[in-house]
T-cell receptor, first 115, second 116 residues
Framework: NAGVTQTPKFRVLKTGQSMTLLCAQD?????MYWYRQDPGMGLRLIHY???????AKGEVPDGYNVSRLKKQNFLLGLESAAPSQTSVYFC??????????????FGDGTRLSIL | AQSVTQPDIHITVSEGASLELRCNYS??????LFWYVQSPGQGLQLLLK??????LVQGIKGFEAEFKRSQSSFNLRKPSVHWSDAAEYFC??????????????FGKGTHLIIQP
């Protein structure tokens, strides 16, 4: 039982490059989330999805795009990476409408450095 | 909008001593509250959660937390800490509105140091 799996675990980019972070969950969860974690800031919500084909903005969405084409996958894209996007990115998932009291399950994170 | 305050950035406790980590929240309705623990280089592990009912919640690893609506607090406690408890602890509040789950708002974390 893998839970929430994030790919890749580490990545270094140059300013202006693009990349996609992949999150996959095998718990049949409806809801998925992308957070970023910066020193002294806790975790902040970037985007989230309440079901396949839907996405919504979180607290810090600028510079990121997301897609949820399949229920089990949630992709986070950086179209033109900036040094301010250097961070640790966490994906999470939780149960759906019939289980709204379920906690979020987190992946192990992706460490992204933008030079 | 909801918010979470963890007043203590760092806390140092001797091994075997009791622990209390503070968490205050701001939310307009009944909150869903969580405590997560993060070891260095790792993801977040859920310690315990409060949704409703009994205001004293038991979690894993011997942790408990008490929801106090009048004080807008959800403090985490452990009667006797172990060296393996050294980690970063995050309190979070969830907004579950309109049948959806709109994501968690986290505090900035408390770094727990255990002295031998």
């Amino acid at each position: 039982n893998a839970g929430v799996t994030q790919t890749p675990k580490f990545r270094v980019l140059k300013t202006g490059q693009s990349m996609t972070l992949l999150c996959a969950q095998d718990m049949n969860h409806e809801y998925m989330y992308w957070y970023r974690q910066d020193p002294g800031m806790g975790l902040r919500l970037i985007h989230y999805s309440v079901g396949e084909g839907t996405t919504a903005k979180g607290e810090v969405p600028d510079g990121y795009n997301v897609s949820r084409l399949k229920k089990q996958n949630f992709l986070l894209g950086l179209e033109s990476a900036a040094p301010s996007q250097t961070s640790v990115y966490f994906c999470a998932s939780s149960g759906g409408r019939d289980s709204s009291n379920q906690p979020q399950h987190f992946g192990d994170g992706t460490r992204l450095s933008i030079l | 909008a909801q918010s979470v305050t963890q007043p203590d950035i760092h806390i140092t406790v001797s091994e075997g001593a009791s622990l209390e980590l503070r968490c205050n929240y701001s939310y307009g309705a009944t909150p869903y509250l969580f405590w997560y623990v993060q070891s260095p280089g790792q993801g977040l592990q859920l310690l315990l959660k409060y949704f409703s009912g009994d205001t004293l919640v038991q979690g894993i690893k011997g942790f408990e937390a008490e929801f106090k609506r009048s004080q807008s607090s959800f403090n985490l406690r452990k009667p006797s800490v172990h060296w393996s408890d050294a980690a970063e602890y995050f309190c979070a509040v969830g907004a579950y509105s309109g049948g959806g789950a709109d994501g968690l708002t986290f505090g900035k974390g408390t770094h727990l140091i255990i002295q031998p």
